[in-house]
């Protein structure tokens, strides 16, 4: 999603291990308790071929911007297809722009399996697991509050997505003008596709609070955080922090 990875820079987080696997399209930058780059890499591929061959089968799944009726796609879907489907009915978006998040939130729940510490981010899509509080800075491409804006979530007991959609930055499809909307959500999936919906809402500055109580209206979501210009707007369990230079 972003050219410049500076971001990822000040994510780093002591005691864990850093890594990058990319497979196409996919950039992930991994963080765990060691060095698990080959079981991340084959479960990219696992999930992308999955993706890939359902894509095959349904080449609409790949091109809808609207969620896909019941009656036209052929079960049964792949677990990571079902949840995009999900995602993509809750939010009204096209089950594509739940694909960052759900393949960060399939590696991650992976390397869970041996590591108790995760974080996978994936274009500014994150999936993560940890057990002290996370801030993780908001690029917000020529925003005065791009990253000098962070969110910061306490320890949770089980893993949760935090996913970031803009209609000013990056290469994803968005019918908006936000500078970012950041969505916190247990399901990484869902929250990449609630960001791109959210987003889809802002045009100008008024369309702040409008867009955040269609969001909170969504099932599932936590979080909302948006920025547009030198405004912006928040509800949810999140915690807004200034992010030192």
Request: proline residues 4%.
């Given at each position: 999603?972003f050219?410049?990875?500076?971001y990822?820079?000040?994510s780093?987080?002591?005691?864990?291990?850093?890594?990058?696997?990319t497979v196409?399209?996919?950039?992930l930058?991994?963080?765990?308790?060691?060095?698990?780059?080959?079981?991340?890499?084959?479960?990219?591929?696992?999930?992308?071929?999955?993706?890939?061959?359902?894509?095959?089968?349904?080449?609409v799944f790949?091109?809808s911007?609207?969620?896909?009726?019941?009656?036209?796609?052929?079960?049964?879907?792949?677990a990571?297809v079902a949840?995009?489907l999900?995602?993509?009915?809750?939010?009204g978006?096209?089950p594509m722009a739940?694909?960052?998040g759900?393949?960060?939130q399939?590696?991650?729940?992976?390397?869970?399996?041996?590591?108790?510490?995760?974080?996978?981010e994936?274009?500014?899509?994150?999936f993560f697991?940890?057990?002290?509080?996370?801030?993780?800075?908001?690029?917000?491409?020529?925003s005065r509050l791009?990253m000098?804006?962070?969110v910061?979530?306490?320890p949770?007991?089980?893993?949760?997505?935090?996913?970031t959609?803009?209609g000013?930055?990056g290469h994803?499809?968005?019918f908006?003008?936000?500078d970012a909307?950041?969505?916190?959500s247990?399901?990484?999936?869902?929250?990449?596709?609630?960001?791109?919906?959210?987003?889809?809402?802002?045009q100008?500055?008024?369309?702040?609070e409008?867009?955040?109580?269609?969001?909170r209206?969504i099932?599932?979501?936590?979080?909302i955080?948006?920025?547009?210009?030198?405004?912006?707007?928040?509800?949810?369990?999140?915690?807004?922090?200034s992010?030192s230079?």
């Amino acid at each position: 999603m972003f050219s410049n990875r500076y971001y990822r820079t000040i994510s780093s987080r002591r005691g864990l291990v850093s890594f990058i696997v990319t497979v196409k399209e996919t950039d992930l930058h991994i963080q765990a308790c060691s060095d698990m780059s080959d079981a991340a890499l084959r479960e990219v591929l696992k999930q992308r071929g999955h993706v890939e061959a359902y894509i095959d089968m349904v080449p609409v799944f790949r091109t809808s911007l609207t969620p896909i009726l019941q009656e036209s796609y052929t079960p049964p879907a792949p677990a990571i297809v079902a949840q995009m489907l999900d995602a993509s009915r809750r939010t009204g978006v096209g089950p594509m722009a739940a694909i960052a998040g759900a393949i960060s939130q399939f590696t991650g729940n992976e390397l869970l399996k041996s590591s108790s510490e995760v974080i996978v981010e994936n274009g500014g899509d994150i999936f993560f697991k940890t057990h002290s509080h996370i801030s993780i800075a908001v690029f917000a491409g020529q925003s005065r509050l791009s990253m000098k804006i962070g969110v910061r979530i306490a320890p949770r007991t089980s893993p949760a997505g935090l996913c970031t959609s803009s209609g000013t930055v990056g290469h994803s499809t968005s019918f908006g003008k936000a500078d970012a909307v950041t969505v916190l959500s247990s399901s990484a999936v869902l929250a990449d596709a609630a960001a791109t919906a959210i987003a889809n809402l802002v045009q100008t500055r008024e369309d702040i609070e409008p867009a955040l109580e269609r969001g909170r209206n969504i099932k599932g979501v936590e979080g909302i955080l948006i920025i547009k210009g030198d405004q912006l707007g928040a509800w949810g369990d999140i915690e807004l922090v200034s992010i030192s230079p």
